[in-house]
């Protein structure tokens, strides 16, 4: 499975954001997916996950301005970002998940496969 991310960019605080996750092999609809992101000097921390059959958890720091969805068809997951602000900036990154979505582990990044190689979202304020 190979992962590959689009949609980052130079925002300005308040902006949206749309990123994507495209599978270049593999079949989307067997996969949890999940979104991170690591700021500069920061670890890589949980943003957003989907299951399999369209079950979405958040991370509170993103929890009501974020929204992850997949498109089966399309072998693409997304992830909306709305109202950025400045400590939003960070390169994401996409994964698949392996193994059962349990609430103790699902933002450990040692639950994840087949990273991305991440897209840049900064925010200016």
């Known amino acids: 499975v190979q992962i590959v991310e689009s949609g980052g960019g130079l925002v300005q605080a308040g902006s949206s954001l749309r990123l994507s996750c495209t599978l270049s092999?593999?079949?989307?609809?067997?996969?949890?997916m999940g979104w991170f992101r690591q700021a500069t000097g920061q670890e890589r921390e949980f943003v957003a996950l989907i299951s399999t059959s369209g079950s979405t958890y958040y991370a509170d720091t993103v929890k009501g301005r974020c929204t992850i969805s997949r498109d089966n068809a399309k072998n693409t997951v997304n992830l909306q970002l709305n109202s950025l602000k400045p400590e939003d900036t960070a390169v994401y990154y996409c994964a698949r998940k392996r193994g059962p979505i349990f609430a103790a582990t699902m933002a450990r990044t040692d639950e994840y496969l087949n990273w991305g190689q991440g897209t840049q979202v900064t925010v200016s304020s």
């Open positions: 092999s593999g079949a989307l609809n067997s996969y949890h």
